[in-house]
């Protein structure tokens, strides 16, 4: 009795100092991670949440939906038009237009950010990515991303949305892709034409089922491919402006609030916005997730590994670990010393890693809220600024000035 007894411990504690050494069986390999972004042009959050109200729009209701912000923070070398150019160019990047540059609509502008795209097929050449867009002007602007090969499958639906639904729906369930951005453009044409209208209304409803279309492509897929696990993303690159909702660009608060619609469950930065911003405009807005976290959220999905020394993304992750939040980086009159401050969940004496343009420059823990660099006093240029908490970095740009403001 007392042997059996013996033995049977023996065998559970062997057991479980496995389960501890190895990951559990069912850990999906980061090899089989995929992602889908579908993009919804310029379908307000608000009309949004009347559709879900009303039934018209089941597909995006089955996920879980946030409210998020665009355009940057008012007065910063981050504010940005709430136009598409600059905000798909946000989404698939990580960063605002002090990075990326694309500051209008204009074909002819390109991407100077390291996008999504690129960073992913750097970490992993042989793996697949796809841009399919209705407003082609996106696909211009990552024109370099095509040339270079950081897109396998650029492809130009010219405002025929049912083309994007064909194309991704063949991709999704013939190909082999592994990271796929799909743009559907009516809300904002509707918008344009009609503003706040029934016809507005109905635009939120088509595109609802043309993504509920290719959900369903993926639900075909998910099935012939069971290993696979997919993050599934939905958002809009703009508000619209009140009343009317015809136009956008400026910075109200209409205008810069959007959404993400995810099909898995957020971190805090997601789900727990932070209350008391230190920057309150737009009634408190800016303690929302951004446009800017899609990026670092999808990287980090597919098991892309941040390099602290090159790290230049403006969001943090959505899913996971939650780094430093709403770092602001400033520097003192008169070319002064620049400080740093964030907020940090919970304080538990987690280290926390200053870097400036990839130099580790000082080591604190999350109880630390802020650090003054005297270094840089007196000097002229652009310097990246990355705080990193539980590995998960942040950065932020910022232009020196040597002379009094
Ligand atoms: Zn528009």
Not at 128 to 136: D, E, G, L, P
Request: charged letters at 20%; one cysteine or more; glycine letters at 8%.
């Amino acid at each position: 009795m007392n042997l059996l007894k013996c033995a049977l411990i023996t065998a559970c504690l062997s057991l479980s100092l496995t389960a501890l050494a190895s990951p559990p069986a069912d850990t999906p390999s980061l090899k089989t991670r995929k992602a889908l972004l579908i993009g919804v042009d310029g379908m307000q959050y608000q009309k949004l949440q009347k559709a879900i109200q009303q039934g018209k729009a089941p597909n995006i209701a089955r996920l879980h939906l946030y409210k998020s912000y665009t355009g940057g923070v008012l007065g910063s070398s981050t504010q940005q038009p709430t136009v598409s150019g600059p905000g798909w160019t946000t989404i698939l990047t990580g960063s605002w237009v002090d990075r990326h540059q694309v500051n209008a609509n204009d074909e002819t502008l390109r991407n100077q950010a390291p996008s999504l795209f690129k960073q992913f097929k750097l970490a992993f050449p042989e793996r697949k990515t796809a841009s399919i867009v209705s407003w082609n002007v996106i696909n211009e602007n990552f024109a370099e991303d095509i040339t270079q090969g950081y897109i396998d499958l650029p492809i130009k639906c010219s405002g025929v949305d049912p083309c994007v639904v064909d194309k991704v729906s063949h991709e999704l369930e013939s190909g082999q892709p592994d990271l796929l951005f799909a743009h559907f453009d009516e809300p904002d044409i509707t918008g344009h034409r009609l503003g706040f209208t029934p016809q507005y209304q109905e635009a939120i409803h088509t595109v609802d089922a043309q993504v509920g279309q290719i959900l369903q492509a993926l639900q075909h897929r998910e099935k012939a491919h069971p290993e696979e696990d997919w993050l599934v993303i939905v958002l809009p690159d703009h508000g619209r402006h009140l009343p009317e909702g015809k136009d956008h660009g400026e910075q109200t608060l209409s205008e810069k609030t959007t959404f993400i619609a995810m099909n898995k469950t957020g971190n805090a930065q997601l789900s727990a916005p932070v209350g008391n911003p230190p920057n309150q405009d737009f009634k408190g807005l800016y303690g929302f997730a951004s446009q800017a976290d899609i990026s670092p959220t999808v990287l980090a999905w597919l098991g892309v590994k941040p390099d602290l020394t090159r790290y230049a993304m403006d969001g943090l992750r959505l899913i996971g670990p939650v780094g430093v939040r709403q770092l602001t980086v400033q520097q003192q009159p008169e070319g002064g010393q620049i400080s740093l401050s964030w907020r940090t969940d919970k304080p538990s004496g987690k280290p926390v890693q200053v870097y400036r343009d990839g130099q580790l420059i000082a080591s604190l823990t999350d109880h630390d809220h802020s650090y003054i660099d005297k270094d840089v006093q007196g000097q002229n240029g652009v310097v990246n600024y990355t705080v990193v908490l539980h590995q998960v970095p942040v950065s932020r740009l910022i232009t020196l000035s040597s002379k009094a403001p």
